[in-house]
């Protein structure tokens, strides 16, 4: 068996209720899922480069107001005037330096670097230096920091990590905001770098200066960068210092500011990704009954960008164990899921599906939960009609249903018409999917086998097409489909089991299993 295949079969048979701990189907359901871990690129900027202009009040422009009249200088120039020992010839260099830097597109951070002016800049950092060299020479260490690995490693090697680190002490609040960007930037960049920033202290005093009175852009800059210290998981930061950061991400939920409810949710969705203990310091911090509120179906218009990490956490969290999946159903989690199913974004739709698949691979009790909110008409709709991505984790929710649903429950799903959608994606192009499918099916099958009910769903899987399908994947390049193909078919579909079936009745076209409200008491 190939590794994709052992692959597949792992991932499958994780979700069948045969003496399997629930809470360890759900986090291996968690791991498989690498599309939905993967932070998209453009959700979050890993680093970003200052291109602003300073405003009136900073020193640089108090202090040469002729700077912005004169020609930039080259980078030869501007090393040259550093090494000059005139004060004012090698501030005008610096601030040209970081105007080369600043500029939006296809900045020299190469040349600069080449030019050997980096140790310079990070010297300019130290407390010898006036307020207008440490803010200038931050500056251009953050738009250098905003390249690649090997750009950043540069100013790393320098020495700028325990300098910013300074200066974030510093009393000048402009000064600080740089410092704070630049150690972003730098811990952006991985984890290597981003353990390098923790290590030498700097999360606690990041944390301290949110509790000082400071410019919302100070707070925007420091909230994104505490977001850095949070971010990658391979490895993830040390949890027993960056897990300080959640009472502090309490108090952020409600900031009035989109930009930092984002950047803390994502900071919240990195630290709940991973195991149960980390969720349970996320869970006892408080902030669950907020993300869930930001789940708004308003806010996919007006705020997605806070929506987007609001629900990456949630579905993180529901990953973990039945109690930390119940505290995101007690605080209204499962109608907000339930709304998003509807919202004309796929990628939403998708993560919610996927939200759900989890919550459906617990207990009876919240399997029943989900019933009673309304969330699988919505389901089967996405199951049915959404784009495939999302169709996909429709399916696996459907089948980690069947997995652990009473005869009852299976029942009201069956009376919704989860039938047809299921067999309209036996013939998908994705061989995973075609097996996530299958084993839903069989599941189905195999309850109603044991409460005598087998001819009557039988024979409506086969007036779906879904023999036909089964009989044409019996052809299917992946000996995993094929195999899963027979079984059902030897088991569920064989002729000496045909003999005497009669198809259930029909009443105005629709198949009538008699399924009164899922609350109550029926059987097939």
Avoid at 14 to 42: P, Q, V, Y
Avoid at 161 to 172: A, D, G, R, T, Y
Avoid at 343 to 359: D, F, G, L, Q, Y
Avoid at 380 to 399: G, H, R
């Amino acid at each position: 068996m190939s590794q994709v295949q052992e692959s597949q079969a792992n991932r499958l048979s994780n979700f069948k209720h045969k003496g399997k701990d629930m809470d360890e189907m759900r986090r291996r359901r968690s791991t498989a899922t690498i599309e939905l871990r993967k932070t998209n690129r453009f959700d979050q900027l890993l680093k970003k480069r200052n291109v602003a202009v300073p405003d009136a009040s900073s020193p640089i422009d108090e202090n040469n107001t002729s700077a912005d009249v004169r020609s930039i200088m080259t980078i030869p120039e501007i090393m040259s005037a550093i090494n000059s020992g005139d004060d004012n010839f090698t501030f005008q260099a610096l601030q040209d330096a970081r105007k080369i830097l600043s500029r939006e597109r296809f900045p020299p951070i190469y040349d600069i670097i080449n030019s050997g002016v980096v140790p310079h800049l990070v010297e300019f950092l130290s407390d010898k230096y006036s307020e207008s060299f440490q803010f200038e020479a931050c500056w251009a260490l953050t738009n250098i920091a905003s390249g690649n690995s090997d750009e950043t490693a540069v100013i790393v090697q320098a020495g700028a990590i325990p300098k910013l680190i300074q200066l974030l002490e510093s009393p000048h609040k402009n000064v600080v905001e740089q410092a704070a960007w630049a150690l972003g930037n730098i811990a952006g960049d991985g984890p290597n770098l981003r353990d390098q920033v923790i290590q030498q202290g700097a999360l606690p005093i990041l944390l301290k200066l949110l509790e000082t009175d400071i410019n919302i852009s100070t707070v925007r800059n420091i909230v994104w960068t505490i977001s850095n210290l949070c971010r990658n998981k391979n490895p993830p930061p040390p949890f027993h210092i960056v897990m300080t950061c959640l009472p502090t991400f309490y108090k952020l939920l409600n900031s009035k500011d989109t930009d930092v409810v984002t950047d803390t949710c994502w900071s919240l969705s990195y630290l709940t990704d991973g195991p149960d203990k980390r969720i349970q310091a996320t869970v006892d911090a408080g902030v669950v009954p907020r993300v869930v509120e930001l789940l708004s179906v308003n806010n996919v218009y007006d705020n997605c960008q806070i929506l987007t990490p609001a629900l990456r956490t949630i579905g993180n969290i529901v990953t973990g164990n039945d109690y930390q999946t119940d505290c995101v159903i007690n605080a209204g989690g499962l109608p907000k899921l339930r709304d998003l199913l509807t919202v004309n974004r796929t990628n939403i739709v998708k993560e919610a599906a996927w939200s759900i698949s989890n919550i459906v691979a617990g207990n009876s009790e919240q399997i029943q939960a989900v019933i009673d909110a309304g969330i699988l008409p919505p389901l089967i709709q996405v199951l049915d009609t959404a784009d495939f991505k999302s169709q996909k984790e429709a399916a696996w929710a459907v089948t980690n249903f069947t997995s652990g649903a009473t005869i009852q429950q299976l029942s009201y799903i069956l009376q919704l018409g989860v039938i047809p959608p299921m067999c309209n994606l036996l013939d998908a192009q994705d061989s995973k999917t075609v097996l996530v499918v299958m084993d839903g099916l069989s599941n189905i099958l195999s309850n109603a086998k044991k409460v005598g009910e087998l001819p009557r769903v039988a024979f409506m899987i086969e007036e779906w097409g879904g023999v036909d399908k089964l009989e044409n994947l019996q052809n299917h390049e992946n000996q995993q489909v094929y195999n899963k193909a027979l079984s059902m078919i030897e088991r569920y579909f064989s002729s000496e089991d045909d003999q005497g079936e009669i198809g259930p009745e029909e009443i105005n076209g629709r198949y009538n299993f008699e399924a009164p409200e899922p609350t109550s008491h029926f059987d097939f």
